[in-house]
């Protein structure tokens, strides 16, 4: 299957990191000793997360936490939280203590976000102790610079480029290999399927399907 090199540009191209970045700025790490970014994908579909960091206990990723956003941009003093698991009980304080509901309307009270069963922490993997506030800082570091969504856009590039098997993304030693490179490629679940390959491509086919249909015809003349 041969592919467009202008597909490979578009799946390679990263979503602004900026915005990523600058949102953890404001955010009180003093009142959160053990606790880093959180590194799992799991339980963040409820629309309370959109006001709201998720973070994890370090020794321990099975505590998630969720810290009110708007409490920590007013600058108020001991920001609210709630275990990852009770989104209902932070929908509840953004509604009492700051006004807000779900932007679609479509729930009130929210709905409850269901755990998954974590894998191993990068923390415990790289031995640092995110009590002591210099060695937080670092795991921090390290969970802010891997974006799941740019690994995955790589992945798929690679495979376009090198005009591989969709399978070939289910590779066990290839995924041995990227785990060994970044334990996070694991714990932040960022493996995909053949099926999410096929469902990518497609998918960028057809949001430049009008100027894929343009360059074509002029490289096969």
Not at 92 to 116: F, M, Q, T, Y
Not at 151 to 179: C, G, H, K, M, T
Not at 196 to 219: C, D, G, H, M
Request: charged share 30%; net charge positive; with cysteine.
């Amino acid at each position: 299957m041969a592919e467009s090199p202008i597909i490979s540009s578009m799946v390679l191209e990263p979503p602004d990191q900026e915005d990523k970045k600058n949102s953890w700025d404001l955010f009180p790490w003093k009142d959160f000793p053990g606790y880093t970014q959180s590194q799992r994908c799991a339980s963040t579909s409820s629309w309370i997360w959109q006001f709201g960091y998720d973070i994890e206990k370090s020794d321990d990723d099975t505590k998630r936490r969720w810290v009110c956003k708007v409490c920590v941009d007013s600058r108020r003093p001991n920001p609210h939280s709630a275990a990852s698991s009770g989104t209902q009980n932070a929908g509840i304080h953004l509604w009492n203590d700051h006004k807000v509901c779900d932007p679609s309307g479509r729930r009130k009270p929210p709905s409850k976000a269901k755990e998954k069963t974590p894998s191993r922490n990068i923390a415990e993997m790289m031995k640092l102790n995110t009590r002591d506030a210099r060695e937080q800082q670092i795991a921090n570091q390290i969970i802010g610079r891997f974006d799941r969504l740019v690994f995955q856009r790589l992945v798929v590039s690679w495979i376009i480029n090198s005009n591989s098997f969709f399978r070939q993304s289910e590779d066990p030693y290839l995924r041995a290999a990227f785990e060994y490179l970044n334990p996070l490629v694991k714990t932040t679940e960022a493996h995909i399927t053949h099926n999410t390959v096929r469902r990518r491509i497609l998918q960028v086919y057809e949001e430049n399907k009008a100027e894929i249909k343009r360059v074509l015809p002029s490289r096969t003349t």
